[in-house]
């Protein structure tokens, strides 16, 4: 990997920065196997969204199953990217500030596409695969803002990806790679394709190496710290899930 050098002075200054090492790594490595296990749960049933909708009528647990994980590694690519973005303006700042600024914000898009999924599988439940999809169906293509960022998700993994190679962060193939994030399929109750496969995978081969690469220039914290951290970790989950619920 380029820029051994390199990755030591971005974790010095990503100890002092938001997210931090700690959190940034962890998500590095996190996020793009949640998103791949999310896609490969769904794989079996076909791409559109009468499918996606008729596989949650017959198999809800494994569906919600999809796009929890799905969803879960959206959220988690933010610190993810975060942390690449600085790594990359330690030398490049104009390809980190575009790609970060395109990346994060087609982040906000798919989170918006995850809430009308699952009010889509919702649907399901009250009136049946049939309401559903004549439901979804007049309402597909309807514009919202966040449709403005479908085109910047796209573009910003380029840029990154053009960014890490250029700076260093990254070597040749990882940058590849990254770029291939950009096959990721947009929009609502997306199924699987062999482009959703080989964008998750791109994310896996570029991000897990450089977080752990990160993690491993953190100084150990000790198991202690750890346990007593995964417990006030899984605590505030816990609260934040039952506040939520209550909401």
Same mark, same amino acid.
């Not at 076909?46 to 969803?71: C, E, I, N, R, V």
């Not at 840029?159 to 950009?182: E, F, N, W």
């Not at 080989?198 to 977080?211: E, K, Q």
């Given at each position: 990997?380029?820029?051994?050098?390199?990755?030591?002075?971005?974790?010095?200054?990503?100890?002092?920065?938001?997210?931090?090492?700690?959190?940034?790594?962890?998500?590095?490595?996190?996020?793009?196997?949640?998103?791949?296990?999310?896609?490969?749960?769904?794989?079996?049933?076909?791409?559109?969204?009468?499918?996606?909708?008729?596989?949650?009528?017959?198999?809800?647990?494994?569906?919600?199953?999809?796009?929890?994980?799905?969803?879960?590694?959206?959220?988690?690519?933010?610190?993810?990217?975060?942390?690449?973005?600085?790594?990359?303006?330690?030398?490049?700042?104009?390809?980190?500030?575009?790609?970060?600024?395109?990346?994060?914000?087609?982040?906000?898009?798919?989170?918006?596409?995850?809430?009308?999924?699952?009010?889509?599988?919702?649907?399901?439940?009250?009136?049946?695969?049939?309401?559903?999809?004549?439901?979804?169906?007049?309402?597909?293509?309807?514009?919202?803002?966040?449709?403005?960022?479908?085109?910047?998700?796209?573009?910003?993994?380029?840029?990154?990806?053009?960014?890490?190679?250029?700076?260093?962060?990254?070597?040749?193939?990882?940058?590849?790679?990254?770029? &291939?994030? !950009?096959?990721?399929?947009? *929009?609502? %109750? $997306?199924?699987? =394709?062999?482009?959703? /496969?080989?964008? +998750? @995978?791109?994310?896996?081969?570029?991000?897990?190496?450089?977080?752990?690469?990160? &993690?491993? !220039?953190?100084?150990?914290? *000790?198991? %202690? $710290?750890?346990? =007593?951290?995964?417990? /006030?970790?899984? +605590? @505030?989950?816990?609260?934040?899930?039952?506040?939520?619920?209550?909401?």
């Amino acid at each position: 990997m380029q820029g051994h050098g390199k990755i030591a002075l971005t974790s010095a200054v990503a100890k002092q920065r938001f997210p931090g090492t700690w959190a940034g790594g962890i998500a590095l490595i996190v996020s793009p196997i949640l998103l791949l296990a999310g896609i490969l749960l769904r794989s079996p049933y076909h791409f559109f969204f009468p499918d996606q909708l008729a596989a949650y009528d017959k198999h809800p647990l494994q569906m919600t199953a999809s796009y929890s994980l799905f969803g879960a590694g959206i959220i988690m690519l933010w610190p993810a990217v975060l942390l690449l973005v600085q790594s990359i303006g330690v030398s490049k700042p104009r390809f980190a500030l575009w790609g970060g600024l395109f990346v994060i914000s087609g982040l906000f898009a798919r989170t918006f596409h995850a809430g009308v999924d699952h009010l889509a599988f919702q649907l399901v439940k009250t009136g049946g695969v049939g309401q559903a999809v004549n439901t979804v169906g007049d309402a597909y293509g309807a514009f919202h803002i966040y449709s403005t960022f479908n085109l910047a998700i796209i573009l910003g993994w380029i840029v990154l990806a053009i960014g890490s190679y250029r700076s260093g962060t990254l070597g040749l193939v990882q940058s590849a790679a990254l770029a &291939l994030a !950009s096959a990721l399929p947009l *929009g609502v %109750l $997306k199924g699987t =394709t062999p482009w959703s /496969i080989a964008a +998750a @995978g791109g994310l896996a081969v570029a991000f897990i190496p450089f977080g752990w690469t990160i &993690l491993r !220039s953190t100084p150990f914290p *000790g198991w %202690l $710290k750890i346990g =007593t951290w995964t417990l /006030i970790v899984c +605590a @505030g989950i816990s609260l934040f899930t039952l506040f939520g619920r209550m909401g």
